[in-house]
Antibody
Framework: QVQLQESGPGLVKPSETLSLTCSVSGDSISNSNWGWTRQPPGKGLEWIGIIFDSGKTNYNPSLESRVSISVDTSKNQFALRLTSVTAADTAVYYC?????????WGQGTLVSVSS | QSALTQPASVSGSPGQSITISCAGASSDIGFYNSVSWYQQHPGKAPKLMIYEVTDRPSGVSNRFSGSMSGNTASLTISGLQAEDEADYYC??????????FGTGTKVTV
């Protein structure tokens, strides 16, 4: 059974960098595509980006200038970095497996941007 | 990329069938046969219900079915049950190998 678990700070100050990690069990990080999606409180899902098994990345054009996704194969983890955050980046952040669709999701972690 | 368009809410009585539409463009729904649907209960992570327009993951009830015509995809829930009350999101792969979600539909039973 594939399981994903997000971890990282729950509070980030405006203009700083949001960093989250997703730990994967039950699948090798090298064998699949992995991505991030977020959901502001009371709003819909927003796709953030994907890292393919090739190592190539694609991002939501609206976030592309601030976002990066990377993998750490030694720890079977992948990570999200979002720079220059504002209150609009407050959301539940989900990690998930898959590019064309996502079949396994983490439980989500709430990140609030506030001073 | 613009979000796919879904109705804000759909309601039905137990046992009835409902259909949720998801309107996109030729650069997403109309280009790839890669539409997926997700069910989300309050405070929970999304759950994959349909992928590749019509396929159901193992364990998902056959009361859920997907279809597509042109740039619009649809999710039909037949034999509506109380447990089906949730938010539903469509999503599509795009020509730039990104993904776009729908605006979301609240289903009330």
């Amino acid at each position: 059974q594939v399981q994903l678990q997000e971890s990282g700070p729950g509070l980030v100050k405006p203009s700083e960098t949001l960093s989250l990690t997703c730990s994967v069990s039950g699948d090798s990080i090298s064998n699949s595509n992995w991505g991030w999606t977020r959901q502001p409180p009371g709003k819909g899902l927003e796709w953030i980006g994907i890292i393919f098994d090739s190592g190539k990345t694609n991002y939501n054009p609206s976030l592309e200038s601030r976002v990066s996704i990377s993998v750490d194969t030694s720890k079977n983890q992948f990570a999200l970095r979002l720079t220059s955050v504002t209150a609009a980046d407050t959301a539940v952040y989900y990690c998930a497996r898959g590019a064309r669709w996502s079949d396994y999701w983490g439980q989500g972690t709430l990140v609030s941007v506030s001073s | 990329q613009s979000a796919l368009t879904q109705p804000a809410s759909v309601s039905g009585s137990p046992g009835q069938s409902i259909t949720i539409s998801c309107a996109g463009a030729s650069s997403d729904i109309g280009f790839y046969n890669s539409v997926s649907w997700y069910q989300q209960h309050p405070g929970k992570a999304p759950k994959l219900m349909i992928y590749e327009v019509t396929d159901r993951p193992s364990g998902v009830s056959n009361r859920f079915s997907g279809s597509m015509s042109g740039n619009t995809a649809s999710l039909t829930i037949s034999g509506l049950q109380a447990e089906d009350e949730a938010d539903y999101y469509c999503a599509s792969y795009t020509t730039t190998r990104t993904r776009v979600f729908g605006t979301g539909t609240k289903v009330t039973v």
